[in-house]
């Protein structure tokens, strides 16, 4: 899959978001088809970006004791599919918050910025434990003969549950607002 971009992210703005004081992205909120047709065709993009970062997460976890080399990578490619997760999963969310949840976040609270949705506060969660991620890819990229499958598995561990809740969570709310009921 490739990286995306804002294009890619083309997001839907209810008819009544530049035309009124009531910009509400809610279900059946979406003044034609059309407008409620793109949404539903963002909402399936970001649920397939969603599958695919859990399925890259999972085999990352899989591929942690070693078994890389038998996909034919070395340490130092397996740590670059660590490195490229990271970076999928930054690019992800800074066009979220960029362009999507200042949306939604006018009507849900969740995607809101102020107070710390809880959306916006799962990324903090998740970027933490990418944050450790990439410190641990830094060190065996320099030292490869330090790297452990229990410490590389742990750190997976350490922000699994926050990342598949909230990408689970996301593509749930996507869907409802798709939704006529
Ligand atoms: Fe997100
Ligand atoms: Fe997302």
């Not at 703005?13 to 059946?28: H, Y």
């Amino acid at each position: 899959m490739s990286s995306e971009s804002q294009s890619e992210l083309s997001i839907p703005v209810p008819a009544n978001e530049e035309q009124s004081a009531q910009p509400n992205p809610t279900p059946g909120s979406f003044a034609s088809a059309r407008e409620q047709r793109r949404w539903n065709n963002l909402s399936e993009k970001m649920s397939s970006f969603h599958e695919w970062f859990k399925q890259e997460f999972n085999t990352l976890y899989e591929l942690a004791d070693g078994s890389f080399t038998t996909r034919g990578l070395s340490l130092v490619r397996y740590l670059e599919t660590a490195k490229a997760m990271n970076h999928h999963l930054t690019m992800h969310h800074t066009i979220e918050e960029r362009y999507l949840f200042p949306i939604l976040g006018k009507t849900m609270p969740q995607f809101a910025a102020k107070d710390n949705g809880a959306h916006i506060a799962s990324h903090h969660g998740i970027h933490e434990g990418l944050d450790r991620l990439g410190a641990l890819v830094k060190k065996w990229t320099s030292a490869p003969s330090e790297y452990s499958p229990d410490e590389m598995r742990a750190c997976l561990d350490s922000f699994r549950d926050v990342l598949f809740h909230h990408l689970d969570e996301e593509a749930r709310y996507h869907f409802l607002l798709g939704c006529d009921n």
